[in-house]
């Protein structure tokens, strides 16, 4: 009897379809065991996602974890011959904390490491396998790479501090200039250095032309490199026709810990987030083998079985989705970009629907609660939205920041009685709808401090003693002063920010930057 692969889950038969390729290809099966010795990761957390991990004790009294990462296991167990290059593949199961659900998730993976001698020809061909595993899903899919050597290399050239690179990078990967600039400016950097960090977001595109836009930023041998490497891997896949699907983003960025060269990400059309990362990660093959070279990638197969919920969208004008939030900004919002041609026939003011569209210009907007604007778009429901900064922060919500609009502005503050004054002697009463970000800022002081979460008249916390400040949006401070309350600090700008899917951002780009650039015109009159 012949096998209909129809009747399997997306999971399941791209899970055989990657095994035949893969091992076509000269990979071999790498299987381990679910636990590991916890040890193995105590020792080598900066390589980790996380440093949350499952543990426990077995019955020889061994500290066990559930596996988080496939990668750690292989570079230090796999079996590699002297000046050879190893070739693995495998199908496992990690255990990672989510942010969404607060336990830990199973994560599905498949994917391959390429471990010792790896030079031009194994990165082309791992970069190759990636492509080829995203087209087995019958979807349009996109590839984006990047170099981190071009990014640290351009960190060095403009003498950006080591305490501050993270959050530059952060700025980066978001795609976040505005605050890029701020960041940069409070390190002391050059206002020429500044614009060439900023220039980062827009080298994205087909590989040559933006290879072409990027050699004359390169400034030292480091730059240089890291284009020569990205240029030589693209015209070998250009001579193999896998190109079609792939464009170079410079601002794409990973953790500098772990990976020290080529980047790469895949998206699935249809899916709210990357569904394959990888690159160059040398600095943990040395761990165990001094001098080994590594790279690899992993699929996330968990995502794949979205695809039975996610039809592909109809061919066609493409609509862009947006995400509105209630209320005054909202309506400010949808009455600038109906001022430039995205307005719809129907107004969603004189109308009890959530959803309304005007094909003819590839819009449909989705009335939301302003809270809920980062999530709808984070999960996909939405391309691009807009959120005050507060909301975003709360929320954490993995988009790209494209524009401080500059609209709803306002400002995150303590604030507390006229006569506070702070015991140092014990930790500190604060009450806010804004946790995560209290805990944020009180945490880079070191202070302790006990959360009390409320939603509502916030100010009526210190006046009934129930805490001894408060963190909330202050606009014009009118309501402290009426009830004897005061601005200790002053710590967050806010502000009406215009964010975007990632995945969205890789099929609708021209779209989303056409809508951004009439909204920014508009909010710079």
């Not at 997306?10 to 040890?39: C, D, T």
């Not at 996610?310 to 061919?315: D, H, I, L, N, V």
């Not at 129907?346 to 309304?356: A, G, H, M, W």
Request: glycine share 8%; aromatic share 8%.
């Amino acid at each position: 009897m012949e096998l209909d692969l129809n009747i399997l889950k997306p999971q399941e038969r791209v899970s055989l379809q990657l095994r035949l390729l893969y091992e076509k290809a000269g990979f071999r099966q790498y299987h381990m065991g679910r636990f590991e010795e916890y040890g193995l990761y105590q020792e080598n957390r900066r390589f980790l996602s996380s440093e949350q991990v499952i543990t426990f004790t077995d019955l020889d009294g061994r500290l066990l974890a559930l596996k988080p990462d496939v990668t750690l296991s292989i570079a230090k167990n796999a079996q590699v011959a002297e000046g050879g290059c190893g070739r693995f593949y495998y199908a496992e199961n990690v255990y990672r904390p989510s942010q969404e659900s607060h336990t830990f998730q199973e994560i599905s993976q498949m994917g391959l490491e390429c471990i010792g001698a790896v030079d031009d020809e194994v990165t082309a061909q791992a970069v190759s396998l990636a492509i080829q595993s995203l087209a087995l899903t019958g979807r349009g899919f996109a590839v984006e790479l990047s170099h981190m050597g071009f990014v640290t290399g351009l960190l060095d050239a403009v003498g950006a501090p080591e305490t501050v690179r993270p959050q530059l990078l952060t700025c980066i990967r978001d795609k976040n200039q505005h605050e890029l600039q701020k960041a940069a400016a409070a390190a002391g950097l050059s206002r020429q250095g500044t614009d060439a960090l900023c220039r980062l977001s827009g080298l994205t595109g087909p590989w040559e032309a933006v290879l072409a836009s990027a050699e004359p930023l390169a400034l030292n041998a480091a730059m240089g490199d890291a284009l020569g490497e990205l240029r030589t891997l693209c015209e070998t896949l250009e001579a193999q026709g896998e190109t079609g699907n792939l464009k170079l983003d410079l601002s794409l960025v990973n953790d500098m810990e772990y990976y020290n060269g080529l980047v790469l990400q895949g998206y699935l059309a249809g899916l709210p987030r990357a569904v394959l990362k990888g690159g160059r990660y040398d600095p943990l093959a040395e761990q165990f083998r001094p001098g080994a070279k590594a790279i690899g990638f992993a699929l996330y197969l968990d995502e794949l079985d979205r695809l039975t919920d996610q039809p592909a969208e109809p061919e066609g004008k493409v609509m862009l989705n947006v995400a509105l939030p209630k209320g005054r900004l909202g309506d400010k919002v949808y009455d600038l970009l109906a001022g430039v041609g995205y307005g719809c026939p129907e107004n969603y003011n004189d109308t009890r629907k959530l959803v309304v569209e005007n094909p003819a210009a590839g819009i449909r907007y989705f009335l939301v609660k302003p809270s809920d604007v980062a999530i709808y778009v984070e999960h996909g429901a939405a391309d691009i939205g807009i959120v005050g900064k507060d909301i975003l922060e709360e929320s954490g919500a993995d988009v790209y920041e494209l524009l401080d609009t500059g609209l709803g502005k306002c400002r995150m503050c303590v604030a507390g009685p006229k006569d506070f004054a702070e015991d140092q002697s014990r930790a500190l009463r604060v009450a806010t709808k804004f946790v995560n970000i209290a805990k944020r800022y009180y945490a880079a002081q070191g202070r302790d401090i006990d959360i009390i979460k409320l939603n509502g008249s916030i100010e009526l916390a210190p006046i009934l003693g129930l805490s001894d400040v408060i963190v909330d949006i202050v606009e014009t401070g009118t309501t402290l002063k009426e009830n004897d309350l005061k601005v200790i600090t002053e710590f967050m700008p806010i502000s009406a920010r215009f964010i975007a899917n990632r995945a969205s951002y890789q099929f609708k780009r021209k779209e989303i930057e056409t809508l951004l650039k009439h909204l920014t015109e508009v909010t710079e009159q």
